[in-house]
């Protein structure tokens, strides 16, 4: 079975910096292209970020392009996002997933003075 764990959610000032972790387990992790995604409160979830297998091919939504970096360790079985220069409008659910409709549990990100 597939199972994806987020953590290093928290809150965070304004202009602040999280690094959030989905360690992955129940199939061939190498094998698949990974994503982020987040739904704030009161909306629908969005796209975040995505990585291929190897980590060579690399996409951001709009919002967060040059401010949060997408990367993975095949050995860990593990994604990662680095969110730098946090806002308010970041706050939300941040969810991994893999291809198909397989989303981890979630992690919260509150940007709040």
């Known amino acids: 079975q597939v199972q994806l764990v987020e953590s290093g959610g928290g809150l965070v000032q304004p202009g602040g910096s999280l690094r959030l972790s989905c360690a992955a387990s129940g199939f061939t992790f190498s094998n698949y292209r990974m994503n982020w995604y987040r739904q704030a409160p009161g909306k629908e979830r969005t796209f975040v970020a995505t990585i291929a297998r190897s980590g060579t091919s690399i996409n951001y939504a709009e919002t967060v392009k040059g401010r949060f970096t997408i990367s993975r360790d095949n050995a860990k079985n593990t994604v990662y996002l680095q969110m730098n220069s946090l806002n308010p409008e970041d706050t939300a659910v941040y969810c991994c997933?893999?291809?198909?409709?397989?989303w981890g549990q979630g992690t919260q990100v509150t940007v709040s003075s």
């Open positions: 997933n893999i291809r198909g409709d397989n």
